[in-house]
């Protein structure tokens, strides 16, 4: 038995997360863009906001609450979506937790995504979700070809600059591509944020 779908011609593809509370207070995360490493099948950078119009953004703000809504889930709720070339949002998959498309939340945004997720299971009043700056968020993966005990390579140099938050999971031992943590950076200009970003995954190396 097997399962054949039809091939989707993707534009990009972007996440909103959506939180509930039992009360029945839904709120959502602007969308968010997701650019997705050539090899490693996993997010490299993630943009907020999104270069998606206003209208899809608020289709896919719909999207996210209708979903929440219908599976009755409290907390956090990640739904990733492609945005077709023809303009069509399809749901990829849906993750009931806080989710890799929400860490620039921590500083890019009034309430972070964990801050969120126990207001919505405590049936607290949920956040503002406003972003507070652009950001662009990396996964800091593991080197190619290395696998052992784990040294951060760079690092001092790249929590030099300003508006740039590194966080390490605490994972003993690397291996290629695994994550073994992430980094945000926040600025007026989405561009320079990216240029950012792309330093510290450029020179923050981690291998045995």
């Known amino acids: 038995p097997m399962m054949v779908e039809e091939l989707v011609d993707i534009n990009k593809e972007i996440s909103v997360i959506a939180a509930k509370n039992p009360s029945g207070q839904v709120v959502t995360y602007p969308p968010v863009e997701m650019e997705f490493h050539p090899s490693a099948n996993l997010v490299e950078f993630l943009l ?11 289709q ?37 937790r806080p989710h890799n498309s929400g860490h620039q939340t921590i500083e890019g945004n009034l309430t972070s995504q964990y801050e969120q997720h126990l207001r919505g299971i405590m049936d607290m009043p949920l956040g503002d979700t406003d972003i507070i700056k652009p950001s662009v968020m990396i996964n800091l993966l593991g080197a190619p070809n290395n696998t052992g005990e784990a040294r951060y390579v760079g690092i001092d140099e790249c929590t030099k600059m300003n508006n740039s938050f590194i966080h390490l999971y605490g994972k003993a031992m690397t291996k290629p591509y695994r994550k073994m943590g992430h980094a945000t950076v926040i600025d007026d ?10 330093f510290i995954k450029d020179n923050l190396i981690i291998k045995t």
Do not use: Y
Request: proline share 3%; net charge negative.
């Open 48 to 58: 907020c906001p999104s270069d998606i119009s206003e209208s899809i953004a608020l």
């Open 60 to 96: 896919a703000d719909q999207l996210a609450r209708k979903i929440i809504t219908a599976m009755d889930i409290n907390g956090l709720l990640a739904v990733e979506m492609f945005l077709t070339k023809s303009g069509e949002l399809l749901i990829n998959e849906v993750a009931p």
């Open 189 to 198: 200009d989405l561009d320079e944020a990216r240029r950012k970003a792309t």
